[in-house]
């Protein structure tokens, strides 16, 4: 939601989208709902921005990968399980995990970080500084499109 409201994406304030995320993915201990989210935010940004499917996917990838990178390389892993130390899918670990305040000091930190990457795409010029050095690296890659940023971007 933060991601979408600074981004000016539509409707930024509906938390639907996002309701299976959280426990990383329905509780399943996978990747943080968080890292998901931002994910889902940059994706409908590239696409806006971008106007081409094939290459909003590859410069959501490029945005993504780079940030799940950091994250892990900031708390030690990319997943639900391993952030919080706990099974949320267990009898009564949701309640316990909400006692615990880890969601307070743990997934709210991991939440500002996400963000704290993610928003300074906002404004255009940042985006298309971004997207054109994803197109540098992706042009030694023939499975990517050379060059994203030709004329292809959208005004917000």
């Known amino acids: 939601m933060a991601l979408r409201e600074c981004y000016g994406l ?5 938390s639907s989208p996002a309701i299976a995320l959280n426990g ?3 509780y399943s201990g996978g990747t943080c709902g968080a890292l998901s989210g931002a994910g889902l935010a940059v994706g409908q940004l590239a696409e806006r921005r971008l106007g081409d499917h094939r ?7 490029s945005v993504v990968q780079a940030l799940l990178d950091d994250f892990a390389d900031e708390f030690g892993s990319a997943d639900c399980r391993d ?4 099974d949320l899918r267990a009898p009564g670990a949701h309640d316990a995990f909400i ?3 880890v969601w307070r000091d743990g997934c709210m930190r991991q939440i500002e970080f996400v963000v704290r990457r993610l928003a300074p795409l906002s404004p255009m ?3 298309r500084q971004r997207v054109g050095a994803a197109a ?3 042009a030694d890659q023939p499975d990517r499109p050379g060059d ?3 004329g292809r971007e959208q005004a917000r």
């Open 10 to 14: 539509p409707e930024a304030a509906d």
């Open 24 to 26: 990383g993915y329905a």
């Open 55 to 61: 290459l909003a996917k590859t410069m959501t990838r």
């Open 83 to 86: 952030l919080i130390g706990m």
């Open 99 to 101: 006692a615990s305040g």
């Open 125 to 127: 010029s940042a985006w």
């Open 136 to 138: 540098h690296r992706s």
């Open 148 to 150: 994203p940023v030709a």
